[in-house]
C-alpha cells in the first residue's frame, strides 16, 4: 500500500528520476563496453565515424548528471512528457522516450506555454534535481490565470536566479524564458542580431543555441560551430557549458586567437585601432596584392641547357587569366604556373619541330644537335609502344605529356619561375605597408595624411622594420595588436591560406565590439552568413564607434541580417538598475534599461575616498564583500590606469578588472572603484554602464573626492 508520502509530487518526480538515472547508467555501461571492444586503430571511415558518435553520446550522457530531468508538461490530452539535457530512449523498443531532450520540437511549449497561449499544455512543472535526487517541484496550471509577469516558470526562475554565482557560466535549460527560446530555435539560414541590455541572457542565449543548432541539424554538427567571445578569460567562463548541454563539436575562439595563437600581443591607440577596423582596408589590401603581380611579360626559361623566350603576348594573357574569378594570389600563380607549363611545353616541341625541318634540309650539323637533344630527354614514349617520334620524329600525346610532366617536376624551371612571380608571406608584406606611409598612400587613398602617420605610428611600435616599404623586403618578425591580426586575416585571404577553416554557424558574443574588419573576419569563417551574433550596443566601447547595428554589420553582412531584441534583465536587481537609465542617457542612447525581474533586497552604496586613501577605502569595503558573499564571488571593476595599484592592495582571490575586461562576467557582489574616473575615458558613460551591472545582489562604489 502506498504511503501518503509516496503519492506527493515530489514522489511521483522521484520515481521518474530514480527510474531515468538507472536508464542512463545502463546506456553509459554499454557505450562504455562497446567503445572498449572497438579495434584501437580502425582506418575505415564508417568505423572512424561511429565510434566518434559513440564518444560523443557518451560525454553527453556523461555530462548531463545534473539535469537528468529537469521538467515536465502534462497535455490536454493526457500526455505526459519529462525532459531532460538529453533525451533517454524507453527500455522496450518503439515504446515513448522516457526523457525527451530539451532541443526536441515537442519540448518547445515547456518554455513557451502561457496561460494565454496555452499551446495544448495543462501543466507546466519544474523539477529541481541534484544529481539523483529530487529537491523540489514547482507547477504551473495553464488554466487561463493571470499572466503578468511574463515569465515562465517564475518560481524555479527566481530560485536560479537568486543561486550564489561560481564564476563559470552555469545553464538556464530548465529556466528559459519565451523570448530567449524564440532566439535559441530561430531560424539559421540567416544571419540574426540579438540586441539585449545587460543580463538579459544573450550568452545563455547563445550557447543554448549552439546546443540546439547541433542537434537538429546534421550538417552543422558535422561542419561545427564557431564561438566567438571576446577574450579568453570569457571563454574560461563559457568554457563548461557547451560540454553541459551535450555539445562538444563547437570550437571557442576570439578573433585574435582566429589568427595567431599567441593572441594580440600589444595594444595600440584607440585612433590607430578605429582606422585600422574599417572595411576600407579589404579595397586597399586588394590594390596591395594586385602589385604583387608580376608586370612584365618577358620570361625566359631554361630547359636542358637551351633557352627559352615564351611569346609576351602570351605570358601576359596567361597572367590576366590567371587574375581572373575572386581567387588568391596563391590559386591565381598556380593556374599561371600550370600555364606556363603549357606554353614551354609547346615552345619546346616548337623549336624540336623546327629542328627536324632544318634537318630535312640537309643540315648536318643541326641533325646532329637534335640527336643529341633526344638522346638527352626521354620524352619520347617507352621504345617498346608505337611512338609518332620513332617514326618522324614529331613529338606523339604521349610524349608531350611526358615532355610537360618533366617541365612541371624540373627544379631549375620551378626556381625561375619564383623568381618571376615570387610566393608572398602575408606577415612580412603587412608589416611592410603599415609601416611605409608612401605605400599606405598608394594603396589607402581615403585615408587622410594625419590618419597615415597614426597607422605608420602604431606599427613603428613593433620591432624595427625596414624602412624600404619595397612589398617583400626583408622585415623582422613583429608583435601584433588585435587590429593588425584583423588586417592580416584578411591580407592571409587575399594571399591564399591553406590553413583557413570554414563553420557551419558561428555564434559571436559580445558582438558590439567588433570592428568591420573583424566582421569579415566572421563572415570568412562562415561564408553562409548562418551567424547569431549577441550584443548590447549601449555597451560598445570599440573604438569603431558604432551606434546602431546597421553600422556594425552593414559592411560585411549586408541587407542578409535580421534583429530581435531581448528586454527583461536576469541579473542586475532593480536596485541597480535604478542607478543606470542616468547613465545610459549621459551615454547618449535613446535605449532604456532592461526591465529587471528581481529585487535583491540590498540598496547600492557610495563611499567616499581621496587619492590618499583610496586603496585602503577600496580595500575595507571589499573585505566587507567577501564577508558577505563568502559563499559566492566578489569581483572589482576599476579605470584601467587604477588596476595595477589596485591588485597590490586587494586580495588576491578578487578579479580586478577594467570595464572592458569584466564585460559578460558577473559576481555576486561588485566594487565599482572611481566611477567618475572609468565615465571620463572614451566612450566613458557605455563603459561605467557595464560596470554597473556586473552584480547579483549588491552593487558599492567608491567614488573618487
Ligand atoms: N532563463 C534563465 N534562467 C536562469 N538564469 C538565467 C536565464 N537567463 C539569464 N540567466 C542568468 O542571468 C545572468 C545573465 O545572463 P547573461 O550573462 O547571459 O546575460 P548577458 O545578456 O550576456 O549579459 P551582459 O550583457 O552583461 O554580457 C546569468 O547568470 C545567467 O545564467
Request: proline share 5%.
Amino acid at each position: 500500500m502506498p504511503t501518503s508520502q509516496e503519492t506527493t509530487p515530489l514522489a511521483e518526480e522521484q520515481r521518474v528520476l530514480d527510474a531515468a538515472w538507472h536508464r542512463r547508467a545502463d546506456l553509459l555501461a554499454e557505450l562504455d563496453s562497446e567503445l572498449e571492444a572497438a579495434p584501437a586503430t580502425d582506418s575505415r571511415t564508417t568505423e572512424h565515424a561511429r565510434l566518434a558518435r559513440l564518444n560523443t553520446r557518451r560525454g553527453e550522457l556523461r555530462s548531463a548528471a545534473d539535469g537528468v530531468i529537469f521538467g515536465r508538461i502534462d497535455g490536454d490530452d493526457g500526455s505526459v512528457r519529462h525532459l531532460g539535457r538529453v533525451g533517454l530512449p524507453g527500455v522496450a523498443q518503439d515504446s515513448d522516450p522516457l526523457v525527451v531532450d530539451w532541443r526536441a520540437p515537442v519540448a518547445r511549449a515547456f518554455y513557451t506555454a502561457t496561460p494565454l497561449d496555452p499551446q495544448g499544455v495543462r501543466r507546466r512543472r519544474h523539477v529541481r534535481t541534484r544529481g539523483p535526487e529530487v529537491l523540489g517541484v514547482d507547477d504551473e496550471p495553464m488554466d487561463g490565470g493571470l499572466d503578468d509577469s511574463g515569465l515562465v516558470g517564475e518560481g524555479a526562475l527566481l530560485a536560479a536566479l537568486d543561486e550564489r554565482r561560481t564564476g563559470r557560466m552555469g545553464t538556464a535549460v530548465a529556466t528559459l524564458q519565451r523570448e530567449q527560446d524564440d532566439v535559441v530555435r530561430a531560424d539559421a539560414s540567416t544571419a540574426l542580431v540579438v540586441q539585449g541590455g545587460p543580463g538579459t541572457g544573450k550568452t545563455v542565449v547563445a550557447l543554448h543555441r549552439v546546443a540546439y543548432l547541433l542537434f537538429t541539424h546534421q550538417h552543422l554538427a558535422e561542419r561545427g560551430v564557431l564561438v566567438l567571445g571576446p577574450s579568453t578569460r570569457f571563454l574560461d567562463y563559457i568554457g563548461q557549458v557547451l560540454p553541459a548541454l551535450g555539445e562538444t563539436a563547437a570550437v571557442a575562439a576570439t578573433c585574435d586567437t582566429l589568427v595567431s595563437d599567441t593572441g594580440a600581443e600589444r595594444d595600440e591607440t584607440r585612433t590607430a585601432a578605429e582606422i585600422k577596423g574599417r572595411a576600407s582596408w579589404l579595397a586597399a589590401l586588394r590594390r596591395y596584392v594586385e602589385t604583387m603581380v608580376p608586370t612584365t611579360d618577358r620570361l625566359a626559361l631554361v630547359l636542358d641547357g637551351e633557352e627559352y623566350v615564351l611569346p609576351p603576348d602570351q605570358v601576359a594573357a596567361a597572367r590576366r587569366g590567371a587574375r581572373s574569378g575572386s581567387m588568391s594570389l596563391d590559386q591565381a600563380r598556380a593556374r599561371f604556373v600550370d600555364r606556363v607549363h603549357d606554353l614551354l611545353t609547346d615552345a619546346v616541341a616548337d623549336r624540336q619541330a623546327e629542328l627536324l625541318a632544318r634537318a630535312e634540309e640537309g643540315f648536318e650539323d643541326v641533325l646532329g644537335r637534335l640527336d643529341a637533344s633526344l638522346a638527352r630527354r626521354d620524352d619520347r614514349a617507352a621504345p617498346s609502344g608505337v611512338s609518332g617520334s620513332d617514326v618522324d620524329g614529331v613529338l606523339s600525346e604521349a610524349d608531350l605529356d611526358a615532355l610537360r610532366a618533366r617541365i612541371s617536376e624540373d627544379p631549375d624551371i620551378a626556381g625561375s619561375l619564383a623568381a618571376w612571380w615570387p610566393r608572398r608571406d602575408a606577415v612580412h608584406e603587412l608589416a611592410a605597408l603599415l609601416a611605409d606611409p608612401v605605400l599606405l598612400r598608394a594603396h589607402a587613398p581615403e585615408l587622410t595624411d594625419d590618419e597615415i602617420a597614426a597607422v605608420a605610428a602604431a606599427d613603428a611600435v613593433g620591432p624595427a622594420a625596414s624602412a624600404a616599404g619595397v612589398p617583400g623586403s626583408a622585415h623582422e618578425p613583429r608583435s601584433w595588436s588585435s587590429a593588425d591580426l584583423a588586417l592580416l586575416d584578411a591580407l592571409r585571404e587575399l594571399l591564399g591560406d591553406p590553413d583557413a577553416r570554414t563553420f557551419g554557424h558561428a555564434v559571436v558574443d559580445e558582438a558590439q565590439e567588433l570592428s568591420p574588419m573583424q566582421w569579415h573576419m566572421v563572415v570568412r569563417r562562415c561564408p553562409s552568413r548562418s551567424i547569431t551574433a549577441v550584443g548590447d550596443i549601449d555597451q560598445a566601447e570599440s573604438a569603431s564607434l558604432h551606434t546602431d547595428w546597421a553600422h556594425a554589420v552593414g559592411d560585411a553582412l549586408g541587407e542578409r541580417w535580421r534583429r530581435t531584441d531581448l528586454t527583461i534583465c536576469y541579473r542586475t536587481p532593480r536596485e541597480v538598475m535604478a542607478l543606470t537609465a542616468e547613465v545610459l542617457r549621459a551615454a547618449g542612447s535613446r535605449n532604456d534599461p532592461p526591465r529587471a525581474v528581481r529585487s535583491s533586497g540590498v540598496e547600492p552604496w557610495v563611499r567616499h575616498a581621496t587619492e590618499n586613501d583610496l586603496a585602503a577605502v577600496a580595500r575595507d569595503a571589499v573585505v566587507g564583500l567577501q564577508e558577505r558573499y563568502g559563499d559566492g564571488t566578489v569581483g572589482v571593476v576599476a579605470p584601467a590606469g587604477r588596476l595595477a595599484a589596485l591588485r597590490q592592495v586587494l586580495p588576491d582571490d578578487v578579479p580586478v578588472l577594467s570595464p572592458t575586461d569584466a564585460k559578460g562576467l558577473e559576481w555576486d557582489a561588485s566594487l565599482v572603484v572611481d566611477p567618475d574616473g572609468i565615465a571620463s575615458g572614451p566612450r566613458g558613460w557605455n563603459a561605467l554602464y557595464v560596470a554597473l551591472t556586473r552584480c547579483t545582489q549588491e552593487l558599492g562604489q567608491v567614488v573618487v573626492g
